[in-house]
């Protein structure tokens, strides 16, 4: 039994077998640096909260596997609902990802972006995002010049 | 400050963002360059690449900015590893002046230490105007995944060929007729090959010798083919296909085959029926044959064989299966080869069935020992393609003493074609199967499905019908029909609006497969 301490103090106990999806957690298991308490500082409890909660679903353990076997079908569409978040959690479950190195996680989240992002203008991009435009017009035209096989 | 007004994304760390846009199409994160400058520089670290230049999209108008931007995306970032450089290029639109440049993109790619390469050359041109591959490509020492389409490989006999790491090769459309030195020279030169691929490559022999590591080879129409030799002692995989053949073509493995556990042979044109017997006895531990030929005798006998997949395209093939220990069959073809099989044939093994009887009369005696064989089976899927109510006839003296549901057949697919006595039929099947789902296939016949819909919907809960009979009809035994998903009851929705005689509904098709879950009662309601 591992315990993560979030940002804000609050305590997750999770197996081992789930722990050692997040990757950073697993090195230091493996290092022999693992305490009972393992303090996560850059992330918030709500957050870290959620991570956990994609891991303890996605975990390969065999025994597990035969007891509970989800479908792929099925994961994926616990998956889908699972990223049904706002732009605030989504990217900060990005950064924890990305922190605690959970590859799956982050690939989901990465595509789940990359969705956002597929299709829209560059004004549409913005504004999804709140992106300010730090371009004069001339700086743009040359952009669009350059890159015109693109604009086709 | 709330939350919706924050620049949130622009706050990852780089390497994050670069991920998120390495999945997105490369245009359109050319075209996010404008977003904002952060995102501008952005371009020129993308872990991979894949430029297309092809028609009728593309034209020669934009030509120079698209091989600006290939240049400075290659050129810009020199000690940045590169994973990945796809380059798809019909070389008649772009025109030869540019080949200097290409090479030099090549070269960019290969400093860069890249991974995977993958060029194709598309051009109309006949094998002596191909693309000439440039040579350097074959001393990339960093490549793992190499694939090169529609282009010459000027191997000759000393040509350097380096390709320490290469783990797959995959070759599409090269000449090979007369080359086969070269081709032979290029796989022998790499050690750690694991996965090659021939596809369309006109060469009459090919030898793939000491490949320790191979494990998947697929040799996918190469329809000039006369000798495949082939030692690789690790092989699991081999899939040999082939629409049509020119001349009958020898498989011989030197090596043992003792790890093959997967065997794909498609051959309509019977290129390689007169080595299928010793081949099929040479792979002791095969777990899988889908097998897709002209054959006229087709013989299996094995006996760690798991899984079955038999399509043959003779209606009058003979076939024999002696698998004891068979999980998992599936067929499609015509009927008659396969009852009399199935006769002999030791099914305790057997779970999951997957039968498609493609344009065959369906004859009641002959199926009913046929499905008394597989009624064990878990899982057990029926494909019937109707084209007629001739099919399903019952002859009158059987009538009596065949109580429904005659087969016990868990998931019915049905395909009807358009044809009478859609209620007729019908009844017919659902007085053979009472399945637990029902799907209605693309090809059906939309009327068929708006027919089929009706009756369910207007069957009564307790029917007045076949009082005089000793069989009761199918409604005395059907409980409930739901529709499976939304999908299916959106599809229904839009045939059943339609009025029948309109043109709409006289040229329409049921455009996705439309699943009911039957509950049926075993006994009479």
Do not use: W, Y
């Given at each position: 039994m591992i315990t993560l301490r979030s940002s804000d103090g609050e305590t997750f106990d999770l197996d081992e077998v789930v722990a050692v999806e997040l990757q950073t957690i697993k090195n230091m298991m493996e290092d022999g640096c693992a305490e009972s308490v393992i303090p996560?500082?850059?992330?918030?409890g709500k957050i870290l909260a959620k991570v956990i909660e994609y891991c303890k679903k996605h975990v390969k353990s065999t025994v597990k596997a035969e007891e509970h076997a989800l479908s792929d079908a099925d994961l994926k569409a616990w998956d889908s609902d699972f990223i049904k978040l706002d732009q605030a959690t989504l990217f900060d479950l990005i950064m924890a990802a990305n922190y605690l190195d959970i590859k799956s996680l982050l690939d989901l989240l990465c595509q789940t972006v990359a969705n956002m992002i597929k299709g829209k203008s560059p004004e549409e991009i913005r504004q999804i995002f709140n992106i300010?435009?730090?371009?004069?017009p001339e700086e743009e035209q040359e952009i669009r010049r350059e890159n015109q096989w693109a604009f086709q | 400050m709330e939350d919706e007004e924050i620049d949130r994304i622009s706050q990852l760390p780089d390497e994050v963002l670069i991920r998120i846009l390495s999945l997105v199409p490369i245009k359109e994160v050319a075209r996010a360059k404008l977003v904002s400058k952060a995102w501008q520089n952005l371009f020129e670290f993308l872990p991979s690449f894949k430029f297309y230049f092809l028609p009728p999209r593309d034209t020669t108008d934009d030509i120079s900015s698209f091989t600006n931007a290939i240049d400075s995306a290659l050129?810009?970032?020199?000690?940045l590893t590169l994973h990945k450089l796809r380059l798809h290029l019909d070389i008649d639109l772009m025109g030869s002046r540019w080949f200097s440049l290409i090479e030099s993109w090549i070269d960019a790619a290969i400093e860069r230490k890249v991974k995977h390469l993958d060029l194709c050359f598309q051009t109309e041109a006949d094998r002596d105007h191909l693309y000439r591959l440039p040579v350097k490509v074959f001393s990339a020492?960093?490549?793992?995944d190499l694939c090169l389409d529609e282009?010459?490989?000027?191997?000759?006999?000393d040509t350097n060929i380096d390709?320490?790491?290469?783990r797959k090769l995959r070759l599409v459309r090269i000449p090979c007729h007369g080359d086969e030195h070269a081709i032979q020279k290029l796989i022998s030169s790499c050690?750690?090959?694991e996965d090659l691929t021939t596809t369309?490559?006109?060469?009459?022999w090919l030898l793939v010798s000491?490949?320790?590591?191979?494990q998947r080879l697929t040799v996918y129409?190469?329809?000039?083919?006369?000798l495949l030799v082939i030692d690789a002692p690790s092989l699991q995989y081999f899939h040999y296909h082939l629409y049509f053949g020119v001349w009958p073509c020898d498989i011989v493995f030197t090596?043992?085959?003792?790890?093959?556990k997967e065997l794909i042979l498609h051959d309509e044109r019977c290129t390689i029926e007169h080595c299928f017997q010793s081949l099929l006895s040479r792979?002791?531990?095969?777990?899988l044959l889908n097998i897709f030929c002209g054959f006229q005798r087709i013989e299996i006998s094995h006996l760690r064989l798991k899984r079955l997949d038999l399509r043959p395209t003779r209606a009058d093939a003979m076939l024999k299966i002696n698998t004891p220990n068979l999980r998992s069959l599936r067929y499609e073809g015509n009927r008659m080869p396969l009852i009399p099989a199935m006769a002999s044939?030791?099914?305790?093994?057997?779970?999951k069935v997957d039968i498609n009887f493609v344009?065959?009369?369906?004859?009641i005696l002959q199926s009913k020992e046929f499905f008394e064989k597989i009624r064990h089976c878990q899982d057990m899927k029926l494909h019937l393609h109707i084209e007629s109510k001739q099919q399903l006839i019952i002859p009158g003296k059987l009538r009596p003493i065949?109580?429904?549901?005659v087969y016990d057949i868990k998931h019915l697919n049905l395909t009807v074609g358009k044809c009478h006595r859609y209620p007729y039929i019908i009844d017919r099947m659902l007085w053979m199967f009472h399945p637990q789902t029902l799907s209605i296939s693309t090809?059906?016949?939309p009327r068929f499905l708006k027919v089929l819909y009706n009756k369910f919907r207007n069957?009564?809960?307790?029917?007045?019908?076949?009082?005089?009979?000793t069989s009761k009809c199918w409604r005395h035994y059907l409980e409930e029909v739901q529709i499976h998903d939304d999908e299916s009851r959106e599809e229904i929705d839009r045939i059943m609006a339609?009025?029948?005689?309109s043109e709409e509904f006289m040229e329409c098709e049921v455009e996705c497969k439309v699943r009911f879950i039957l509950k049926w009662r075993s006994s009479l309601l």
């Open positions: 996560v500082p850059n992330v918030e300010k435009n730090d371009f004069t | 050129k810009l970032r020199k000690h020492r960093t490549i793992t282009c010459r490989l000027e191997i000759c006999e390709l320490p790491v290469l050690p750690l090959i369309c490559c006109q060469m009459e000491g490949r320790a590591n191979l129409n190469c329809f000039s083919l006369k090596s043992s085959s003792e790890f093959l792979f002791q531990n095969l777990k044939l030791n099914t305790s093994s057997l779970r344009r065959s009369h369906f004859s065949l109580s429904p549901p090809e059906t016949a069957k009564e809960k307790h029917p007045k019908c076949c009082t005089s009979c339609m009025p029948e005689l």
